[in-house]
């Protein structure tokens, strides 16, 4: 009887910690694409892949999960470059992007 009880707990408590991290892969792809979009860039693939993941402190000094997200994208479509989407919690904490060439129109 407890063994079922336990096994629920955790199938249970793994199916939430995924879901809440598909969750905050959606708010990153989101914020990639609109930063690629203000950048006048474009997001390869249309993807971000989960790099690393950490328990950090915020600024408050309270714990939370960062995650990194890396993404691919070309300026001119002729190159790839790499990019990285740091999440903490659910919050986008910054993004960076690779040094990339761009075309100059005048």
Same mark, same amino acid.
């Given at each position: 009887?407890?063994?079922?009880?336990?096994?629920?707990?955790?199938? /249970?408590?793994?199916y939430l910690?995924?879901?809440?991290?598909?969750?905050?892969?959606?708010?990153?792809?989101?914020?990639? &694409?609109?930063?690629?979009?203000?950048?006048?860039?474009?997001? /390869?693939?249309?993807?971000?892949?989960?790099?690393?993941?950490r328990l950090? &402190?915020?600024?408050?000094?309270?714990?939370?999960?960062?995650?990194? %997200? /890396? %993404?691919? %994208?070309?300026?001119?479509?002729?190159?790839?470059?790499?990019?990285?989407?740091?999440?903490?919690?659910?919050?986008?904490?910054?993004?960076?992007?690779?040094?990339? &060439?761009?075309?100059e129109e %005048?």
């Amino acid at each position: 009887m407890w063994d079922d009880l336990i096994l629920i707990a955790l199938l /249970l408590g793994a199916y939430l910690y995924w879901f809440n991290g598909q969750q905050v892969k959606e708010i990153a792809l989101k914020a990639v &694409r609109a930063h690629c979009s203000n950048l006048d860039v474009q997001m /390869l693939d249309e993807y971000v892949a989960l790099n690393s993941i950490r328990l950090v &402190r915020d600024q408050t000094g309270k714990m939370g999960v960062r995650r990194a %997200f /890396l %993404f691919e %994208f070309s300026s001119t479509g002729n190159e790839r470059y790499n990019g990285a989407c740091i999440m903490l919690g659910r919050r986008v904490k910054s993004i960076h992007m690779e040094p990339y &060439r761009f075309d100059e129109e %005048f």
